[in-house]
């Protein structure tokens, strides 16, 4: 029962933001979840795979290049171009992962920030192809079966609904037979190999899936800005994904939900009125480092069973 | 069936040039109790990571029941038949004992790269691990995470662990260190009852409790085999004597 009423509670809370009067923070919000759903997919490495790495942004950032190349430069319609987008990011995923799992720890870190930095630099140079500093543009939102996804409100719904996907599959995976190998390879990589797991194997898969939900949220970058320039690939993007699993709370659901609520709230609320809004994000994270160092979701969960008398349910 | 379990020919192992494992050549028969005995750094827990594939060797070739598997993958050894304990407990402390074993459980089963296979929902894992337990006296504490639990039953789950596998071949590093006697006691209780289609290898410095448990032993000294014989053949070596028990 008490699940069924959270779902709920979650449900409304998603779906409030398009009764508000102003767009503003129907876009807002929209930023909030493509963020999450990258975030998502970047703490199935981080949380769940215990590999951390700085080179997310490229998932996001080519299939949000392709999507729009593949539309106003090579004339795809939008949906066979959105599937290829996705298809071909993941494909590169697999090859990236089987460049970036020869390592582990810090290795594992620089092959993701230097393909990352390639891949950048790509961007900025391939003018032909990638438009260089000026990106691609010329990229509207469709009117699939007469739903304009122009209007702020339907394109959060819809947003809405690729998130809930999203969170239940990936809710799905962690919790799989699946899941709990990746977990435990994170935890005991040398006793699962001793157990017969195929620990490169592992990271491998959930280094995919991570690359495959990452494109998903680059798809709906595209949709959203309806722009794309080298920006969106560079470390910065990286780093804030990794803030936003880190602040949540890696190896967490909701924990890089709520990173992403902090940041994009940080980043588009809190800028409108103070200056200097990236000293404030700085002193925020410090602030969640200091004090709950497990990320926001797992230290509210500890203070509030600390509260609770023992004994108590 | 191949009458030995496990052969072991000419294998070698250097750490930077420092030599860990010499040549050692050694056959060990199905079913078989065997001891490796020797002094701190003879090459004892080094030649298990050989055989396991933990680590790689310099030379020499290793045969499970006839197969050569010296280049073989870790994890598809264990497919194999072949299971260990470390000399250091590793399993996962922040997980219930009934979750460390199904991870046992799952590290042969296809449904381990079932990515939509929700664990929560599958009871005959579960019925399996608690099964377990219940051999092991701790189904009450399936729940309790494993960092709640005393050294000596973690010390039980983990040889629970690779013999929720049913392997054919078992290699027990230290399984009595740091252990009190009552804890000792029951570890031997454990090991007494493995099936005697199971061919264990241990290594051991409770001479009194491993002497016991063990049919034939191997003594290293240096990376290199000096003694192997039942009993009472090592004991009364005068090498064995020297090198391993001091006199």
Redesign the interface.
């Known amino acids: 029962m008490i699940r069924v009423l959270l779902v709920a509670a979650f449900s409304l809370l998603l779906l409030a933001p398009a009764l508000s009067p102003s767009d503003f923070y129907v876009n807002v919000a929209t930023q909030i979840l493509i963020a999450a759903i990258f975030a998502l997919s970047l703490n199935l490495l981080v949380g769940y795979g215990g590999l951390i790495s700085l080179g997310h942004a490229v998932y996001l950032g080519v299939s949000a290049y392709l999507t729009i190349w593949l539309v106003t430069r090579a004339g795809l319609s939008h949906l066979p171009a959105a599937v290829a987008a996705v298809v071909l990011t993941t494909a590169m995923s697999l090859l990236f992962g089987i460049l970036a799992l020869r390592a582990t720890g810090l290795g594992f870190l620089m092959i993701t920030l230097a393909l990352g930095q390639i891949l950048w630099g790509l961007a900025y140079r391939w003018v032909s192809v990638t438009g260089g500093d000026n990106g691609l543009s010329g990229f509207q939102r469709p009117q699939p079966f007469g739903i304009d996804l122009a209007s702020p409100r339907t394109f959060y719904l819809m947003t809405v609904a690729v998130f809930a996907c999203a969170f239940v599959l990936i809710a799905?995976?962690v919790?799989?037979?699946?899941?709990?190998?990746l977990r435990?390879v994170r935890?005991?990589p040398?006793?699962?190999?001793?157990?017969?797991?195929?620990?490169w194997m592992v990271r491998l898969?959930a280094f995919v899936?991570a690359g495959f939900w990452g494109a998903v949220a680059g798809v709906l970058y595209a949709y959203y800005n309806q722009f794309v320039s080298p920006h969106v690939l560079a470390l910065t993007n990286s780093a804030e994904a990794l803030l936003m699993v880190i602040a949540g709370g890696a190896g967490t659901l909701l924990g890089p939900v709520v990173g992403a609520v902090v940041v994009v709230m940080l980043k588009n609320v809190v800028s409108a009125y103070v200056t200097r809004w990236v000293m404030l994000l700085g002193l925020v994270f410090v602030a969640i480092v200091a004090f709950m160092p497990e990320g926001l979701v797992p230290g509210i969960d500890r203070l509030r069973r600390r509260r609770r008398p023992a004994g108590t349910t | 069936m191949s009458a030995e379990a496990l052969r072991l020919e000419g294998l070698s192992k250097s750490f930077g040039g420092v030599p860990a494992v010499r040549g050692v050549s050694l056959a060990i028969a199905d079913g078989e109790r065997r001891l490796l005995l020797g002094p701190n750094g003879a090459g004892k827990t080094t030649l298990f990571n050989l055989v396991?594939g933990?680590l790689p060797p310099d030379t020499g070739s290793i045969r499970l029941f006839g197969r050569e598997i010296s280049r073989m993958?870790?994890?598809r050894r264990?497919?194999l038949g072949l299971?260990?304990t470390?000399q250091v407990i590793?399993?996962?402390p922040?997980d219930t004992l009934a979750?460390n074993l199904?991870?046992?459980l799952?590290?042969?089963?296809p449904?381990?790269?079932?990515?939509?296979?929700?664990?929560?929902r599958?009871p005959e894992?579960r019925e399996r691990a608690l099964a377990v337990l219940d051999r092991l006296g701790l189904r009450a504490a399936a729940d309790r995470r494993l960092s709640d639990t005393s050294y000596g039953e973690q010390r039980r789950v983990e040889i629970a662990?690779a013999l929720s596998?049913e392997p054919r071949v078992l290699l027990l590093d230290e399984p009595f260190a740091g252990l009190s006697q009552e804890e000792r006691r029951d570890i031997q209780q454990q090991l007494a009852a493995i099936p005697r289609r199971v061919t264990v290898v241990m290594i051991e410095h409770d001479l009194d409790v491993a002497l016991s448990f063990a049919e034939r032993i191997t003594v290293l000294h240096q990376g290199e085999i000096i003694v192997e014989g039942s009993r009472a053949e090592v004991v009364a070596d005068a090498r064995v004597q020297e090198v391993y028990l001091g006199t």
Do not use: I
Not at chain 1, 175 to 181: C, I, K, N, Q
Not at chain 2, 106 to 109: A, H, I
């Open positions: 799905v995976l919790r799989s037979t699946f899941g709990a190998g435990g935890d005991q040398r006793r699962m190999q001793a157990l017969g797991w195929h620990v898969v899936a | 396991t933990d993958a870790a994890h264990v497919h299971a260990r470390y590793t399993l996962f922040r979750h199904e991870l046992a799952l590290g042969l089963s449904l381990r790269w079932n990515p939509v296979a929700l664990l929560s599958r894992l662990m596998q």
